[in-house]
């Protein structure tokens, strides 16, 4: 039996993420999940690959908006209520895309670049933003749309996988799944199991899993120190064993069909 053991939420893409118990799916991923970005003076966005430090600052959700903390810095929270987002849009670039966005506030674009020392802006996906589904492999699904998540609404890893991964690190400290920032986690099955699961469901919620996926330096990136590793790991292992048309694959990307609620210990039934 595999059964829902994570699910996780990261409200500002790079930032850190958030840890649910629940979360409610639309068509986009997880309400919440990555309608924020961080974009540079030319609109064109910004991630941990440019700044590894952004996993050090950690979000907190509620209904009303996003707290932020900088671990690394002295300076104040930052809130960002969901009331007081700009209403006029911009175009701003993520990969080879388009979107429409709201730049946030002064007041909050002056917070960023001072935590993370460059002239950065916040942005927002508001609803009526579709961004569509287009893969930087030419794979482009009809009728999916995504947030600001790099490829797709969803990405899943089986617990057994990242453990089949720790067993072949020598290193002391293994590594947390919060590298490679999943949404969804299993526990059950065997290694690399996800590979294999195309139509699924949770709880009634309808998924299908579309492509494996294929990994840039981002699981580099210790999120506790937010420092890339200098033996560039976990890759270099992964590379031994999970390269495939010269791509290093970990995890699952996933579509969902319709909406729905999922929750931390749900049965996940193949089907």
């Known amino acids: 039996m595999l059964n829902v053991s994570q699910l996780n939420i990261y409200p500002i893409k790079s ?8 979360a409610e799916v639309t068509e ?6 990555r309608r924020f970005m961080l974009v540079d003076q030319n609109n064109r966005f910004l991630t941990i690959r440019d700044f590894p430090k952004m996993t050090r600052l950690l979000p907190v959700l509620d209904k009303n908006g996003v707290r932020v903390r900088s671990l690394d810095t002295n300076t104040e929270d930052l809130i960002i209520p969901f009331v007081k987002i700009q209403q006029a849009t911009e175009k701003v670039v993520i990969w080879n895309a388009e979107v429409a966005a709201r730049n946030v506030s002064l007041e909050v674009n002056n917070w960023f ?11 927002f996906m508001p609803e009526q933003s579709m961004r569509p589904v287009d ?3 030419g794979y482009k699904p009809a009728g999916k749309y995504v947030s600001f998540a790099d490829a797709y609404p969803f990405m899943m890893i089986g617990q057994a996988s990242l453990n089949d991964l720790n067993e072949r690190h ?4 293994k590594f947390s799944m919060d590298r490679f920032r999943p949404n969804i986690v299993f526990s059950g099955g065997h290694p690399y199991q996800e590979d294999e699961i195309n139509d699924f469901t949770i ?3 309808r998924f299908t899993g579309l492509e494996n996926c294929a990994r840039c330096i981002v699981p580099n990136v210790d999120p506790d120190t937010g420092k890339v590793d200098i033996q560039n790991e976990p890759l270099t292992i992964l590379s031994k064993y999970r390269l495939h048309n010269r791509k290093i694959n970990f995890g699952r990307n ?8 999922v929750r931390v210990g749900d049965e996940l039934v193949i089907t």
């Open 15 to 22: 930032l850190a993420g958030i840890s649910v118990t629940s």
């Open 28 to 33: 986009k991923g997880f309400k919440h999940d």
């Open 113 to 123: 670049s001072e935590v993370l020392g460059a002239r950065i802006k916040l942005v």
């Open 135 to 137: 893969t930087t492999s």
């Open 170 to 173: 020598e290193g002391v400290k």
């Open 203 to 205: 709880n009634e919620a």
């Open 254 to 261: 996933v579509v969902p069909s319709g909406t729905g609620t």
